[in-house]
């Protein structure tokens, strides 16, 4: 071992070991060049920048035409008539769309009010009066929309010319079935609503003389046959 590095001195039975000194750098001269250490710059974590929240955009829908379809309004006329010394005025409804005539006659002589609802596709015959509602079947020889344009044509007209177009016809209603609640669901919604809350059957119409019909009203027997 170099005695530059160990120096071994016997002291008191003890081994000492004394370190030599490190070597030191060598000094640079002059002449010699200086090669700069690179340092790495040390690395600054980036700042996080804080974003604004954003709110989404509401998205509205674009605007849908609905194409509303609006029933027109009945046509309204009235009918005056003269029975004895009473002046009636009859109040008539035909709506268009539906093909429904209604006509309402006031009450008078021993008559209450009558309401009747008339529509030729489904052959509907009705007749409100008395608190009970009756539903026959529409005759053949009657056209509904004729029967409204008569009234819409000569609803300006006189009394006088009321009469000379005015027909009379006498008809005994008999009875057949009433109508329960699954029965009534099938016929006109209209009907339904004029007949809501009080009874409602089905008649047999038979058309008479007006002398059969005022012997009925006396109270008599009438024969007639049904001819339909």
Not at 106 to 122: D, I
Not at 162 to 175: C, D, G, H, P, T
Not at 215 to 221: D, R, W
């Amino acid at each position: 071992v170099s005695k530059k590095l160990l120096n071994l001195t016997c002291c008191e039975g003890k081994l000492l070991v004394e370190s030599a000194p490190a070597p030191s750098a060598p000094t640079p001269s002059a002449s010699d060049p200086i090669t700069p250490i690179p340092t790495t710059p040390a690395k600054t974590p980036p700042t996080p920048t804080a974003r604004a929240p954003t709110t989404p955009t509401p998205t509205v829908p674009a605007p849908t035409t609905v194409q509303q379809t609006t029933t027109p309004p009945p046509i309204k006329t009235i009918f005056t008539a003269i029975e004895g010394n009473e002046t009636i005025v009859q109040e008539n409804s035909f709506q268009n769309v539906t093909g429904i005539l209604v006509m309402k006659v006031p009450p008078h002589k021993n008559y209450t009010e009558s309401v009747f609802m008339l529509q030729q596709e489904s052959k509907t015959s009705m007749l409100k009066t008395g608190d009970i509602c009756q539903l026959t079947h529409l005759p053949n020889y009657m056209n509904v929309s004729a029967i409204a344009e008569e009234f819409e044509e000569n609803e300006l007209m006189n009394l006088a010319h009321n009469e000379s177009i005015k027909v009379i016809k006498y008809v005994l209603k008999a009875r057949v079935s009433r109508y329960g609640s699954k029965r009534r669901a099938e016929i006109l919604p209209e009907a339904q609503d004029l007949c809501e809350n009080i009874p409602l059957v089905k008649t047999n119409d038979f058309e008479v003389s007006k002398t059969e019909f005022e012997k009925y009203k006396s109270g008599n027997t009438v024969f007639f046959k049904n001819t339909r």
